[in-house]
């Protein structure tokens, strides 16, 4: 009876982590329309450019955390996380179309994307 628990727990646990990637998902994608509506020089083109985007951005950070340890975020991570931050916006572009961006405005958007970030409520633990 205590495998059929831990199975349990475990199958719980992975539904909890595909819940909170597509949380993860929506909440970036509400996030990187703020952003690309208030900073000139960054635009994305429809609906569909953003969703994927958006996809784009939740894959590079997993993959800027998983294989370098460093968690893109202005907030809280300093300088590094900071330039990780604008470096992922920037090259989200190469991946999906519709989407433009200069260097300028990766920066100026990493900001602003991680104030909006912060004041989304709840968003803290995603």
Known sequence: ?????????KSMSTDWNVAGIIIRLIASAVVLAITAFLIPGFSISSVGSLIVAAIVLTIMDYLFVKLLGIEASPFG???????AAALILYLTQFFVAGYS????????????YGIVTYLIPGNEAL
């Open 101 to 112: 961006i200069s260097v300028l405005s990766a920066v100026i958007g990493a900001i602003v």
């Open 77 to 83: 991570r300093g300088i590094v996380g900071f330039v």
């Open 1 to 9: 009876m205590d495998n059929q628990q831990k199975s349990n727990s």
